[in-house]
C-alpha cells in the first residue's frame, strides 16, 4: 500500500494548456502539501492545507489553483501552463501540531511544458 | 523570509572515505530535519533535530544541531555506494502554521 500516491507520474503537455495533478494519502495525516522541485533540485513549497483548509500559499502565480475535497486528498490544478512550469511537483503529507513535521513524499509527477 | 543554504552543493568521494555536509538557516529553527532523495526518487525522512547542540546516530550517520538553533550538519562515516544521492535539511521557523524550508542540498557521489 503506498501511503502517499499521486498521478500522473509523467505529464506532457503544450504551453497554454491546462492540466492537474492529483494526490491521495492513507496515513491518516491532517496536513498536506506541494512542493516543487526545478531542474537544480531546489525544493519549494507552494501550498500547505489542514483539515481541507488552506493555511500556506507561497508565492505561486494565480494559474495554479490546490484543491483539497477531504483531509486525504489534495489536488493542484494548472492553467494556462508555461514552460517554466516544467518541474517535478511533489505531494506530502504530515500530522498537525509543532513537532510533526515529518513529511511523507509521494513519488513525484514530472511535468514537462513544450 | 527564510533560508536555509547547504554546502557543498556537490560531493564526490571515493568508497570508504567520510562525508559532511552543513546546512545554515538565515532565522533561528524549532526544529530540522534531514532528507535523502536517491536519483530519481522522492525525499524521504532521515531524522528530525529539537533541542540545541542535540546529537543523534544512525548507523554510520551522525546528525548534529547547532547551539544557536541555526545551524545543522550531517556526517557519514565510510560511504557506500548506497549513500548516493541528495541530502537535504529541512527547518521549521518559529512561526506557525508548520513551515518547512528546504536547504539547498548537498548531492553525494560515491565512487566505488
Known amino acids: 500500500d503506498t501511503a502517499v500516491s499521486q498521478t500522473p507520474k509523467y505529464l506532457v503537455t503544450q504551453m497554454g494548456n491546462d492540466k492537474s495533478i492529483k494526490c491521495e494519502q492513507n496515513l491518516g495525516h491532517d496536513t498536506m502539501y506541494w512542493y516543487k522541485q526545478d531542474s537544480k533540485k531546489f525544493l519549494k513549497i507552494m501550498f500547505s492545507?489542514?483539515?481541507?483548509?488552506l493555511i500556506i500559499n507561497e508565492t505561486v502565480p494565480n494559474r495554479f489553483s490546490p484543491k483539497s475535497p477531504d483531509k486525504a486528498h489534495l489536488n493542484l490544478h494548472i492553467n494556462s501552463l508555461e514552460l517554466g512550469d516544467s518541474a517535478v511537483y511533489f505531494c506530502?503529507?504530515?500530522?498537525w501540531g509543532p513537532g510533526n513535521e515529518k513529511l511523507f513524499f509521494g513519488s513525484g509527477t514530472q511535468l514537462s511544458v513544450l | 523570509g527564510q533560508q536555509v543554504m547547504q554546502i557543498p552543493q556537490y560531493q564526490h568521494v571515493q568508497e570508504g572515505e567520510d562525508f559532511t555536509t552543513y546546512c545554515n538557516s538565515s532565522?533561528?529553527?524549532?526544529?530540522i530535519q534531514w532528507y535523502k532523495q536517491r536519483p530519481g526518487g522522492h525525499p524521504v525522512f532521515l531524522i528530525q533535530l529539537v533541542k540545541s547542540g542535540e546529537v543523534k546516530k544512525q548507523k554510520r550517520l551522525t546528525f548534529q544541531f547547532g547551539e544557536a538553533k541555526k545551524n545543522s550538519s550531517l556526517h557519514i562515516t565510510a560511504t557506500q555506494t548506497t549513500d548516493v544521492g541528495t541530502y537535504f535539511c529541512a527547518g521549521r521557523g518559529s512561526g506557525g502554521y508548520q513551515k518547512v524550508t528546504f536547504g539547498t542540498g548537498t548531492k553525494l557521489q560515491v565512487i566505488p
Open positions: 532565522t533561528t529553527l524549532s526544529n
Open positions: 492545507y489542514n483539515n481541507k483548509e
Open positions: 506530502a503529507s504530515s500530522q
